[in-house]
């Protein structure tokens, strides 16, 4: 009993547990909520590009469909394949929900108490923790003992290794700007400069959208759950309970990936006008706040719903090339232009650095800087990136273009030579 008093007066369990312990209910209802949900929206959405209705039958338009769908899944037999290695089989779901859950702790989902912990390496925490829910992927599928989970946990990690890198090079821009890995430092720097980073940095926000996609296993790169070609794919041998955890974790990094494009490139929960509005500091500033910073990533996250209902599946092959000869040198060549733009518009003094409580952070002198820096990212780094993305993928162009157009079947008479050799 000391024990547990001691513990419960320590400042340190006060400070950062206790305290923030409502706002870490709340995060996790919400988003646990909203991961049911977006169940829902996916059908309704899937269904209107169909020309169908979707969920009707339970509740009015189909609203209790999670509901029902949530009492299915844990009412159905839990089973564990007999030559399966049965501890790892268990825990492999459990590793991929924790660690997209534990990314929410440093999302700032609005000002203040909205937001569980700031910590200045925020950024590399969520990159670092989001990509320990792969571990539970390849886990799941070698322990399963089946021969289509490992190959779809083989495809999620070398999917995972190819657009990790591409979804940290399309980060370092902002960074350049905010100078700061801190998420709220982050947004609080566009809210400084009074304008978001998607318009600086355009290249790297598309980059960043499609390697989320890819993280996220979500059409057209769900190669390692290829129902066509591996079945079900890593989580083939997967019921109940524990395939739900699987799906419980899709979604949530949906939303991790749709909040952390919110932040560092459109502004959060910043949007033009606010402050004249409501006056800052008080809780219906903190209710508009977090309301503009979730309708971003809903709009997000349609559109993520929207690509996978409108491309096809990539090939295995496509899916490599994609990651490497295009996403990767197409950040590496805007964190190259990225920097030679700054450099210019520091020494012709359109950007100035500007102390901070949260630090330096580099904002662009009104007008002429932000109209040069906007200027610069279409007119330089998109050109760049493009030529840049044309010499690369040269040879593989004429190839597809050219040398298959040559390529002509055999005759008649020529295959009686051909069989004959």
Not at 190 to 199: K, N, R
Not at 344 to 362: C, I, K, P
Request: aromatic share 12%; net charge neutral.
């Amino acid at each position: 009993m000391e024990l547990f008093w001691a513990v419960w007066n320590n400042p340190i369990v006060s400070e950062y547990i206790l305290r923030r312990l409502p706002t870490i209910v709340i995060v996790l209802f919400v988003i646990l909520t909203v991961a049911a949900y977006l169940v829902y929206a996916e059908r309704k959405i899937s269904a209107f590009i169909q020309a169908r209705l979707g969920p009707m039958r339970v509740g009015p338009y189909g609203l209790l469909q999670p509901l029902a769908d949530a009492l299915k899944l844990l009412s159905k037999e839990d089973i564990i394949p007999a030559r399966a290695e049965r501890s790892i089989f268990v825990i492999a779901p459990m590793i991929s929900v924790v660690a997209s859950l534990v990314v929410l702790a440093v999302i700032p989902f609005g000002p203040g108490r909205a937001t569980i912990t700031d910590i200045n390496i925020g950024l590399l925490f969520v990159l670092a923790v989001s990509s320990v829910g792969v571990l539970g992927i390849i886990l799941g599928g070698w322990a399963s003992n089946s021969k289509y989970p490992l190959l779809g946990a083989l495809r999620s990690s070398a999917q995972m290794v190819s657009y990790e890198v591409a979804i940290a090079l399309a980060l370092v821009g902002p960074l350049m700007f905010a100078k700061t890995l801190s998420m709220v430092g982050i947004i609080e720097a566009q809210m400084t400069d009074g304008i978001w980073y998607v318009f600086y940095q355009p290249v790297a926000f598309l980059i960043f959208l499609v390697g989320g996609l890819a993280e996220t296993n979500r059409a057209p790169f769900d190669l390692p759950e290829a129902e066509s070609e591996i079945v079900a794919g890593y989580h083939t041998e997967y019921s109940g309970f524990r395939w739900a955890l699987y799906f419980v974790a899709e979604y949530t990094n949906i939303v991790i990936s749709a909040a952390l494009a919110t932040a560092v490139f459109l502004g959060g929960w910043h949007f033009p006008g606010m402050a004249r509005l409501v006056e800052p500091g008080t809780w219906p500033y903190a209710l508009l706040a977090v309301l503009v910073f979730a309708a971003k990533v809903f709009a997000i996250v349609y559109c993520f719903i929207w690509f996978r209902w409108t491309f096809p599946r990539y090939r295995y092959d496509q899916l490599m090339s994609l990651g490497w000869k295009w996403l990767i040198p197409a950040g590496l060549a805007n964190i190259l232009v990225t920097g030679a733009v700054l450099v210019v518009a520091q020494q012709w003094g359109l950007v100035e650095a500007v102390r901070t409580d949260m630090g330096e952070r580099l904002v662009s002198v009104w007008p002429w800087g932000k109209l040069f820096l906007i200027v610069a990212a279409l007119l330089v780094s998109v050109p760049t990136v493009w030529i840049t993305l044309a010499v690369i993928n040269r040879r593989s162009a004429d190839f597809n273009l050219r040398v298959q157009r040559q390529i002509r079947l055999p005759e008649r008479g020529e295959e009686e030579v051909f069989a004959e050799v």
